[in-house]
């Protein structure tokens, strides 16, 4: 049984750093496939984030994120993270990561939370002004 258990959310004040994990678990071969962060804000749809591939070597970002997120993995720990840096009020969601056991060779693909088969419980990040 596949598991994805998330934490590191919180209550934190805009332009401050927040760092999320998820750990992966169960059955499956964590560096074979690739992982995501997706989040969802209040009354909108879940929306990408950040994916990164099995081997670590290639990384998608939402065009809006990609200067303030960084995702990575440590796969002896079998973990990825995503670092977040000066955060505003409109980054206040439930953040997700997610496992994608299929390959995608477009970013439409990577960025598609119907592509993903996994999913972590959520955990929320709000920031204050």
């Known amino acids: 049984q596949v598991q994805l258990v998330q934490s590191g959310g919180g209550l934190v004040q805009t332009g401050d750093s927040l760092r999320l994990s998820c750990a992966a678990s169960?059955?499956?071969?964590?560096?074979?496939?690739?992982m995501a962060w997706f989040r969802q804000a209040p009354g909108k749809e879940r929306e990408f984030v950040a994916r990164?591939?099995?081997?670590?070597?290639?990384?998608d970002y939402d065009p809006f994120m990609k200067d303030r997120f960084t995702i990575s993995k440590d796969r002896a720990k079998a973990t990825i993270y995503l670092q977040m840096r000066s955060l505003i009020t409109e980054d206040t969601a439930v953040y997700y990561c997610?496992?994608?056991?299929?390959?995608?060779?477009?970013?439409?693909?990577?960025?598609?939370?119907?592509?993903?088969?996994?999913w972590g419980q959520g955990t929320q990040v709000t920031v204050s002004s």
């Open positions: 169960g059955l499956i071969t964590f560096s074979g496939y690739a």
């Open positions: 997610a496992e994608d056991r299929a390959s995608c060779s477009t970013y439409e693909c990577r960025a598609n939370r119907d592509q993903y088969d996994y």
């Open positions: 990164i591939a099995s081997s670590g070597g290639r990384v």
